[in-house]
């Protein structure tokens, strides 16, 4: 007996959320990889010795922290 069913990927039509995140999530995603670049940027631009000033011990640290907690609400928020 000869299978009857052609399953081509133009005839798939329930196969439209094959990616696991939506366009919002992967916006949201790159929003928080440049909050977490900028807290890390901010920590070099302290002038103090060894990073040890206002922008490389609190400010830098903060605006990274955000970025990856941000990183995280982005990975479990649902579409």
Known sequence: MKNTTNNTPT??????????????????????????????FIMTLDKEEFGFGFLGITLGPAIAFIGFIFQFYTIFKKK
């Open 11 to 40: 005839e798939q039509t329930g196969n439209q959320e094959a990616l696991p995140f939506s366009k919002t999530n992967y916006t949201l995603m790159i929003v928080g990889i440049v909050l977490i670049f900028a807290g890390f």
